[in-house]
């Protein structure tokens, strides 16, 4: 009951501020008589959510595969490549430029070149989302390792700890807040990559259904497209904050003590 | 908290924004009607000192369906009716809404794209027609030997991800008794024919007058299905140039002009392709000149067809395609002819 209260009070400024905008938007729209292919109504985006829902799911599910696999592919390269730029100080000087190099690359220029190489199946699309993902997890994954408590690396040292053992107990414990973070970053990205790179050439994702509903003028499609984005978007923010207090209890108790103090 | 607050402050005012700026637009209309009494009034002088300034945009990069649009800017017949015209490529929904919304004052689009818009209550008019004939179909290289719509079955499409696309070659499809769930559909976008060909994509849809002639520059065989050889419904107008609603009540004398010097431009082309083939290689240098040269060459003779003039419209062709695009659910209510159609501003 508690908690429950904490959560409707930390949670009533949000849900009151985007209840009042969604009125002043639809007194907006009815005041003055701004015509749906212009901007929609709330209530008309909501309307033709439940209208065309039949429609949706196949759209939803490939989005959310490629986003899925797409974040999980760059994790696994950006935790590799954490890993190999933080044993070796060289590789990190020589490498580090490269990386940041690889986010300049505008999507737009190499997503159709990745059709012309990999064809239109699924697999572009998990690269390009792989590629805008792996670069905050790399960089607060590395930042992480590197800032590890020095005296906590020698007390297991002294106490005889080999290489694998201070990284597993002390240096990648330490890093996992800053994976976390990157973590985050990387999951508001990917759906939106996602959709980004089917606009290059798909045969369904919300990226083809939003440039259906534009050719055809359907402006209130092309918003409920943009309200599943923003859905997908936060539940897969969600799940990453939720699994950083399952891997990190200690991080959330100690809050909760300093708390009671 | 202030956070929350500033951003939704940021919100409402974008709002208003987009509410005053339908209104401003009203008024900028009243300013531009009283401004076209006084021209009456003046008339010598607003001819010799001022020019009116409008602006077209695109449907797609600059290509051989453009060519009377340079040409007409390159020879000055703008200048001449006293316009300073602009033109603007598109993003990728095309000129339909931005021309509707007022933010340019023509375009350039198909047929299917008007009647959509006028289903919607988006007040966007066709005022002339490019090509008479329709001049597209599918295209796929020799070797998948595709030479009927039969041959369709099994096949991978590469669409535009045009709104009327998927009900024509569902049509198609029925019509030769092929299952359409036998064909995949993958869309493409503007991704290159050539390119797309060799890897995944069995046929596409193209323009003859560009990829087609394209196909004859690089010497690559292809089987062309026209679209109008398949049904005589899908004869329509592609493109067409349009302008809204709001253009043609308030400055019906603009919309004139403009046609006109429009029209001198794509005579000066039907009469003298390689001419004009140069005009438009000079207005954008980075496509392949010999495509240009070739496409003109194709193209130049189907401006007019058998018509009595350039830029004329047949209410048939409209009438017919409309009701078709109602029975195939592309549009949900009926477009009258009359709204979405005119020639009176053709000279």
Request: hydrophobic share 50%; glycine share 6%; net charge negative.
């Amino acid at each position: 009951m508690v908690s429950l209260r904490q959560f409707v009070r930390s949670a009533a400024p949000a849900i009151s501020a985007i209840l009042i905008f969604l009125v002043v938007w639809e007194v907006a729209v009815r005041i003055w008589e701004i015509e749906n292919w212009i901007l929609p109504a709330p209530s008309l985006i909501v309307h033709t959510l439940f209208q065309t829902w039949h429609l949706l799911p196949e759209h939803i599910w490939m989005t959310s595969k490629e986003a899925l696999l797409g974040f999980l592919l760059g994790i696994a390269v950006a935790l590799v490549m954490a890993f190999i730029l933080d044993i070796s100080p060289f590789l990190r000087k020589s490498f580090y430029p490269i990386l940041l190099f690889s986010q300049t690359i505008p999507i737009i220029a190499i997503a159709p070149l990745l059709i012309i190489w990999f064809g239109y199946g699924i697999l572009p699309k998990v690269l390009v989302v792989a590629l805008v993902t792996f670069f905050p997890v790399v960089v607060s994954v590395v930042e992480g390792l590197q800032s590890s408590d020095r005296d906590m690396i020698r007390l297991v040292r002294s106490m005889g700890g080999s290489f694998w053992q201070v990284f597993y107990s002390v240096r990648f414990p330490h890093a996992l807040p800053y994976l976390f973070t990157g973590l985050r970053i990387g999951a508001t990205y990917s759906v939106l990559a996602a959709v980004i790179s089917e606009w290059v050439g798909a045969s369904s994702g919300l990226g083809i259904y939003l440039i259906k509903a534009q050719s055809s003028f359907a402006t209130d499609k092309v918003f409920v497209v943009i309200v599943l984005i923003s859905l997908l978007s936060c539940l897969l923010f969600l799940v990453v904050v939720f699994l950083g207090r399952v891997m990190m209890p200690w991080k959330h108790k100690s809050h909760k003590y300093k708390k009671m103090n | 908290m202030l956070k929350k607050v500033s951003t939704f402050l940021l919100l409402i005012i974008m709002l208003v924004l987009v509410g005053c700026n339908q209104v401003e637009e009203s008024s900028q209309g009243e300013e531009v009607e009283t401004e076209i009494e006084s021209e009456a009034g003046g008339e010598v002088q607003v001819e010799s000192s001022e020019l009116v300034e409008a602006t077209f945009m695109l449907d797609w990069v600059p290509n051989t369906n453009h060519t009377g649009i340079y040409v007409a800017k390159e020879k000055g017949f703008f200048e001449e009716e006293g316009i300073d015209l602009t033109i603007i490529e598109p993003a990728m929904e095309g000129a339909v809404p931005i021309v509707a919304a007022g933010q340019a004052d023509f375009g350039i689009g198909s047929q299917t794209g008007v009647t959509i818009a006028r289903s919607k209550d988006i007040p966007v008019v066709s005022i002339a027609a490019v090509i008479q004939e329709h001049t597209s179909g599918f295209a796929s290289p020799v070797e998948k030997e595709i030479a009927s719509p039969e041959d369709f079955e099994g096949k991978t499409y590469g669409g535009f991800g045009g709104a009327e696309e998927e009900a024509i070659l569902n049509t198609v499809l029925n019509q030769h008794q092929v299952d359409p769930s036998t064909v995949e559909n993958v869309i493409v976008g503007s991704a290159d024919f050539f390119a797309n060909t060799k890897r995944d994509i069995d046929f596409q849809w193209i323009f003859y007058g560009w990829t087609g002639i394209e196909a004859e520059v690089r010497g690559e065989d292809i089987n062309m299905i026209y679209l109008k050889d398949i049904d005589p419904v899908f004869n329509y107008y592609s493109p067409v140039i349009f302008s809204s609603d709001a253009v043609i009540e308030e400055k019906p004398e603009l919309v004139e002009k403009f046609v006109r010097a429009v029209s001198k431009g794509y005579e000066f082309a039907i009469e003298q392709p390689e001419e004009a083939a140069e005009m438009l290689i000079a207005a954008t240098p980075e496509t392949d000149e010999e495509l240009i040269r070739a496409s003109q060459n194709w193209l130049s003779p189907r401006y007019q067809g058998g018509a009595e003039k350039w830029g004329i419209q047949s209410e048939d062709i409209w009438d017919n395609f409309s009701s078709w695009m109602l029975e195939a659910g592309l549009i949900e209510t009926e477009v009258s002819t009359e709204e979405a159609m005119t020639n009176k501003f053709l000279p």
